[in-house]
């Protein structure tokens, strides 16, 4: 049986032949540890790797200062980006703002952060996703230290009219963090134009990188006002026995996922052959293809925005009467369809979008799918519809 894989909101597969090439030569002919040897040319190489990923990183999703790449943290996911982030700046007495439509890489940690003391207050965003900026205006006149928000929802697609968000935030004088896990590599975004405190961002997803790698885009003033999640050793200052305070030894302890970070920059020299504006087309293309399918079939509903408001090709879908559980079993037992059923790691945007607690199928098609496979996961779906 063929596969048909979409599931990208999960993670971009298949990733560019480049990706495991890189992954595979890093192991296999260098391997060395970065600012960790005797300056031979496999120490040096390493070091150039993980400077040019960071100078790459820095051009395609804003740096400051002229896209410096001292000011890009590399991390092992969005996940942890965030949790820098929040346990790094939120202190009891303090105050955060976030949305109804955020993942638990956000939530959760606030949540700690709450119970220690800081105050969390969630606004509720619309039943199609969107969090109204007037809305979030009003909440910060109010007082906050910080708000972390997505640009785009893992659940729905839903794309936030982030340009207007951060005007909000800044003429509030509140830093803005934003969650780009679904649309770096997707969507051109600029952390210094938008004048955001920081961006987190995945490198398994739109950026077609492998799972293990992820960062943080900082606006050198908010990194400064942040504490370290972990201290160690940083292959730099090792006579002192404190973290070092300077960019960007100061969040990244231990050795790094270096075998991940040859082929994240791999999948980033990738984007730049390709263009970001050609995906983007294509996976648009698509995500409307699929949606118009989806819309012919009986008794099938698709969740949040509507036809022509902004969005990404991420499609949750429920069928009157049956279990999303169920569909997506069928879809991959029989059609060779892999899709993602439940709440998405989201509870709280399924409970704004009113599907919790029995969640929704989620089919998210990326780069690499074809107009074939979306036709025969429409015909699929219609069967299965069928009983």
Same mark, same amino acid.
């Given at each position: 049986?063929?596969?048909?894989?979409?599931?990208?909101?999960?993670?971009?597969?298949?990733?560019?032949?480049?990706?495991?090439?890189?992954?595979?030569?890093?192991?296999?002919?260098?391997?060395?540890?970065?600012?960790?040897?005797?300056?031979?040319?496999?120490?040096?190489?390493?070091?150039?790797?993980?400077?040019?990923?960071?100078?790459?990183?820095?051009?395609?999703?804003?740096?400051?200062?002229?896209?410096?790449?001292?000011?890009?943290?590399?991390?092992?996911?969005?996940?942890?980006?965030?949790?820098?982030?929040?346990?790094?700046?939120?202190?009891?007495?303090?105050?955060?703002?976030?949305? +109804? #439509?955020?993942?638990?890489?956000?939530?959760?940690? =606030?949540?700690?952060?709450? $119970? !220690? %003391? &800081?105050?969390?207050? /969630?606004?509720?965003? +619309? #039943?199609?996703?969107?969090?109204?900026?007037?809305? =979030?205006?009003?909440?910060? $006149? !109010? %007082? &906050?230290?910080?708000? /972390?928000?997505?640009?785009?929802?893992?659940?729905?697609?839903?794309?936030?009219?982030?340009?207007?968000?951060?005007?909000?935030?800044?003429?509030?004088?509140?830093?803005?963090?934003?969650?780009?896990?679904?649309?770096?590599?997707?969507?051109?975004?600029?952390?210094?134009?938008?004048?955001?405190?920081?961006?987190?961002?995945?490198?398994?997803?739109?950026?077609?990188?492998?799972?293990?790698?992820?960062?943080?885009?900082?606006?050198?003033?908010?990194?400064?006002?942040?504490?370290?999640?972990?201290?160690?050793?940083?292959?730099?200052?090792?006579?002192?026995?404190?973290?070092?305070?300077?960019?960007?030894?100061?969040?990244?302890?231990?050795?790094?996922?270096?075998?991940?970070?040859?082929?994240?920059?791999?999948?980033?020299?990738?984007?730049?052959?390709?263009?970001?504006?050609?995906?983007?087309?294509?996976?648009?293309?698509?995500?409307?293809?699929?949606?118009?399918?989806?819309?012919?079939?009986?008794?099938?509903?698709?969740?949040?925005?509507?036809?022509?408001?902004?969005?990404?090709?991420?499609?949750?879908?429920?069928?009157?009467?049956?279990?999303?559980?169920?569909?997506?079993?069928?879809?991959?037992?029989?059609?060779?369809?892999?899709?993602?059923?439940?709440?998405?790691?989201?509870?709280?945007?399924?409970?704004?979008?009113?599907?919790?607690?029995?969640?929704?199928?989620?089919?998210?098609?990326?780069?690499?799918?074809?107009?074939?496979?979306?036709?025969?996961?429409?015909?699929?779906?219609?069967?299965?519809?069928?009983?």
């Amino acid at each position: 049986m063929m596969s048909i894989y979409l599931n990208n909101a999960a993670t971009t597969w298949p990733k560019p032949q480049s990706v495991p090439d890189a992954i595979y030569d890093f192991i296999a002919n260098r391997g060395a540890n970065v600012a960790r040897g005797s300056a031979s040319i496999r120490d040096l190489q390493s070091l150039d790797n993980v400077f040019t990923c960071r100078q790459k990183l820095a051009e395609l999703l804003g740096g400051y200062k002229k896209r410096d790449p001292r000011f890009i943290t590399l991390t092992s996911n969005v996940t942890e980006s965030i949790n820098i982030i929040i346990k790094g700046f939120l202190r009891p007495g303090m105050r955060a703002i976030t949305t +109804s #439509m955020e993942h638990n890489a956000v939530i959760r940690p =606030l949540r700690r952060a709450e $119970s !220690e %003391g &800081a105050c969390v207050d /969630i606004l509720q965003c +619309s #039943m199609k996703g969107y969090l109204d900026p007037a809305f =979030l205006k009003k909440n910060l $006149s !109010e %007082g &906050a230290d910080i708000a /972390i928000i997505n640009q785009c929802s893992n659940v729905s697609g839903s794309l936030q009219n982030i340009d207007d968000i951060a005007q909000v935030c800044k003429e509030s004088n509140v830093p803005l963090v934003v969650d780009c896990a679904q649309t770096a590599g997707i969507i051109p975004i600029s952390a210094e134009d938008l004048g955001v405190a920081a961006l987190c961002f995945t490198g398994h997803k739109g950026l077609f990188g492998p799972q293990g790698t992820g960062g943080i885009v900082w606006d050198p003033e908010f990194a400064k006002r942040c504490t370290t999640l972990y201290e160690g050793g940083t292959g730099s200052l090792s006579h002192e026995e404190f973290q070092p305070y300077q960019m960007p030894d100061k969040f990244e302890a231990g050795t790094p996922n270096l075998p991940g970070i040859a082929g994240l920059l791999a999948s980033l020299e990738w984007i730049e052959k390709e263009g970001i504006k050609k995906i983007r087309e294509h996976e648009d293309y698509l995500g409307k293809k699929l949606k118009e399918g989806l819309m012919g079939i009986k008794g099938l509903k698709i969740i949040g925005p509507g036809h022509d408001d902004q969005r990404l090709p991420v499609y949750s879908i429920n069928i009157n009467g049956m279990d999303n559980a169920k569909i997506a079993r069928d879809l991959s037992d029989i059609y060779g369809i892999e899709t993602r059923p439940g709440l998405h790691c989201a509870p709280l945007a399924h409970r704004t979008l009113g599907t919790f607690p029995e969640g929704a199928l989620r089919i998210s098609p990326g780069y690499f799918n074809t107009e074939d496979e979306i036709d025969l996961t429409i015909n699929a779906l219609a069967e299965i519809s069928k009983g």
